[in-house]
């Protein structure tokens, strides 16, 4: 034994014993890894086989097809589509535009139409206050005139500007005014004036009553004498000298003023005359002149007493008609209601302005 056999310690004889058992691992572990790789490398022979096989076999055509043309094609393609893609965006950018002017376009259109609108509103409101000055000066319509007035108020709350409140206010106290007034229809006693003025050619006259009467006084006299005759001879003469006597001396029963027989072409002018006091009565209710409205049913009325028969059923009426016309109440003094109608006008013209 040597030296070097005598120096040997335990530890160097524990690391040789763990070198020796190192050996066959690492052996172990390099078979394993050879063996994988094998199966590995034949699978994938196996898959490339296989992708070989579909491609000779089964997708053989592959190989006929010119590649270069279609790589061409594809690229001819290609350049169509972008160009086709950049006419598109041309389209669309033209088209917006167009939008773009369309909706400006659309937007002055509903500008102008608001603008318009309101004007044909203010338009047809002065209209109406003109329509409702008119019927109330000219024809004395409350009615119609307080109508056109609230019809003019309506259309100017539609709008609901408060450029406008002046003009209703305006309109608040006319309407209050004309409703505070006794309203009389106007229009209505017009049109029963007119409608007696058509019937006073069927009124009946006094003259016609009398001229019947006397005919029915003779036609027993004529009775009397044919009587007579047929009498003996000293009556007969006995009787017509009494009847001659009679003839003397004519009592009447009736006391009350006798108005002359009118000839017949008088008669017409009689008819004509309680006409026009009809129609005069008409047209000075149009015109506000109580007065003389009055006055013209009086006469009328006096013309109907003295030459009509007053006992007639159609007479009678006439009477009754005008009577009630008289205790009418016509309102003489009638409110301005211009006010409103300026106030409209001078907001209009400062709307015009520019």
């Known amino acids: 034994m040597t030296d070097t056999d005598a120096k040997t310690t335990p530890a160097d004889q524990s690391a040789s014993s763990r070198r020796g058992q190192?050996?066959?691992?690492?052996?172990?572990?390099g078979q394993v890894r050879s063996g994988l790789a094998l199966i590995l490398a034949t699978l994938a022979l196996m898959a490339s086989g296989y992708i070989w096989y579909?491609?000779?076999?089964?997708?053989?055509?592959?190989?006929?097809?010119?590649?270069?043309?279609?790589?061409?094609?594809v690229e001819s393609n290609s350049n169509q589509v972008q160009e086709t893609l950049a006419?598109?965006?041309?389209?669309?950018?033209?088209?917006?535009?167009?939008?773009?002017?369309?909706?400006?376009?659309?937007?002055?259109?509903?500008?102008?139409?608001?603008?318009?609108?309101?004007?044909?509103?203010?338009?047809?409101?002065?209209?109406?206050?003109?329509?409702?000055?008119?019927?109330?000066?000219?024809?004395?319509?409350?009615?119609?005139s307080l109508a056109a007035l609230r019809a003019a108020d309506l259309q100017l709350q539609s709008l609901a500007s408060p450029k406008l409140l002046p003009v209703r206010r305006e309109l608040a106290r006319e309407i209050a005014l004309l409703d505070s007034l006794d309203k009389a229809d106007i229009g209505g006693i017009t049109l029963r004036l007119a409608t007696m003025a058509d019937t006073v050619d069927r009124?009946?006259?006094?003259l016609d009553i009398r001229l019947h009467d006397d005919a029915r006084i003779k036609t027993p006299a004529k009775?009397?004498?044919?009587?007579?005759?047929?009498?003996?001879?000293?009556?007969?003469?006995?009787?017509?000298?009494?009847?001659?006597?009679?003839?003397?001396v004519r009592v009447r029963e009736n006391t009350e003023l006798q108005r002359p027989l009118l000839p017949p072409e008088q008669q017409y002018f009689l008819r004509e005359n309680l006409r026009l006091m009809l129609y005069s009565a008409q047209q000075a209710l149009l015109q506000g002149s109580i007065p003389t409205?009055?006055?013209?049913?009086?006469?009328?009325?006096?013309l109907l007493k003295d030459y009509f028969d007053v006992n007639?059923?159609?007479?009678?009426?006439?009477?009754?008609?005008?009577?009630?016309?008289?205790?009418?109440?016509?309102?003489?003094?009638?409110?301005?209601?211009?006010?409103?109608?300026t106030a409209l006008r001078r907001i209009g013209g400062n709307r015009a302005e520019p």
Do not use: C
């Not at 579909?54 to 094609?73: C, E, I, T």
């Not at 509103?121 to 119609?144: F, W």
């Open 22 to 29: 190192q050996v066959p691992y690492e052996r172990r572990a």
């Open 54 to 73: 579909s491609v000779l076999y089964q997708n053989a055509d592959l190989f006929s097809m010119d590649m270069v043309g279609a790589l061409n094609r």
């Open 87 to 144: 006419s598109t965006e041309q389209d669309i950018k033209a088209l917006k535009e167009t939008q773009d002017t369309i909706r400006a376009s659309l937007e002055k259109i509903n500008t102008n139409l608001a603008h318009n609108r309101l004007e044909w509103a203010l338009t047809e409101t002065e209209q109406l206050l003109v329509i409702a000055n008119n019927r109330l000066q000219l024809a004395r319509d409350t009615h119609s």
């Open 203 to 206: 009124l009946p006259l006094a």
């Open 223 to 248: 009775a009397d004498a044919a009587q007579a005759a047929a009498g003996s001879g000293w009556r007969q003469s006995a009787s017509s000298l009494w009847q001659d006597i009679l003839a003397l």
């Open 293 to 302: 409205y009055t006055q013209n049913l009086k006469s009328a009325q006096r």
């Open 312 to 341: 007639s059923q159609i007479v009678m009426a006439t009477q009754t008609e005008l009577d009630k016309l008289q205790s009418m109440k016509i309102v003489t003094d009638l409110p301005d209601i211009s006010a409103s109608l």
